[in-house]
Every structure is written in structure tokens, then in C-alpha cells.
């Protein structure tokens, strides 16, 4: 019984080997899965720090953008102001050189009527000349001829 005792304590060693190793091979297949584990956490980590870095990067791209666009917005606002308020002066020297024209206009319809009248004078001088005056001093001259009358121009 003694060398049953000794087999059965040799078994029994024998078995807690045999466990010890299975839990060791199940430990080493546990810390290999768990390396496995930690390493796809740090990649995974990685990958989400390169996006947030990525992230980062477009929102200062956008802010930049954002801020230019308002820097230009506020330029065009300013030089449409400028635009409209030279827009508003044209518009002023339009009607003030439209007056002046109707100014101009008028007085230019009151010279050609002026033009007209002098002309029409002209011509009735010219008729007086050509016409009244040669016929009045015909008869006068006739009449002196006939009449033999000495007329006295100095008297009143």
C-alpha cells in the first residue's frame, strides 16, 4: 500500500503539473490575447489622435477661411457704400447738368428768335433802302423838277 500511497502521491504530482501546465498554457494564451487587445487599443488610440489632430487642423482651416470671408464681406460692404454714395453724387451732376442744359436750351430758343427778329428788321431796312428810300427821294426830286421849289432842309 505504501507503493500505492507513493504512485497515487506521484499521480497526484503528476496531475498538478499536468494543471499547473494547462493553467500556464492557458495563462500564456490569455497574456497573448491580452497583448493582442492592448495593442489594437494603442493603434486604435493612435488612429483617433491622428484624427482629432486632422480635426484640429480643419477647424483652424475653416476658422481662417471664415475669417477671411468676413474681412471681404466687410471690404465689399464698405466699397459698395463708396459705389452708391458716388452713384448718389453722378446722379446730383446729372440734374444739375440737365438744368443747365434746359438753362441753355431756352436761352439758345430765345437767340434764334432774337436772330429772327433782327433778320426780319434787316430785311425791312434793306427794303426801306432799296425800295422806300430811292422811290421817296425819285419823287422828291421829281417834284422839285417840276415845281422848281427850293426846299430849306436847315429850317424847323
Not at 494547462?22 to 490569455?30: D, F, P
Not at 453724387?89 to 442744359?101: I, N, Q, R, V, Y
Not at 438753362?103 to 436772330?115: A, C, F, N
Amino acid at each position: 500500500m505504501a507503493a500505492f500511497r507513493d504512485i497515487e502521491e506521484v499521480s497526484q504530482g503528476l496531475l498538478s503539473l499536468l494543471a499547473a501546465n494547462r493553467a500556464e498554457i492557458q495563462q500564456r494564451r490569455l497574456l497573448g490575447r491580452y497583448e493582442q487587445v492592448v495593442q489594437r487599443l494603442l493603434e486604435t488610440q493612435d488612429g483617433a489622435e491622428q484624427q482629432l489632430r486632422e480635426i484640429l487642423t480643419t477647424e483652424q482651416e475653416v476658422a481662417q477661411s471664415l475669417l477671411d470671408t468676413k474681412e471681404r464681406a466687410q471690404k465689399g460692404g464698405t466699397e459698395l457704400h463708396q459705389l452708391e454714395a458716388e452713384v448718389r453724387k453722378a446722379g446730383e451732376e446729372d440734374a444739375a447738368l440737365k438744368a443747365s442744359l434746359l438753362y441753355l436750351t431756352r436761352e439758345l430758343e430765345e437767340l434764334k428768335e432774337i436772330e429772327a427778329d433782327l433778320e426780319r428788321q434787316e430785311k425791312e431796312v434793306d427794303e426801306d433802302t432799296t425800295v422806300t428810300i430811292p422811290s421817296a427821294v425819285y419823287v422828291a426830286q421829281l417834284y422839285h423838277q417840276v415845281s422848281k421849289i427850293e426846299w430849306d432842309y436847315e429850317s424847323e
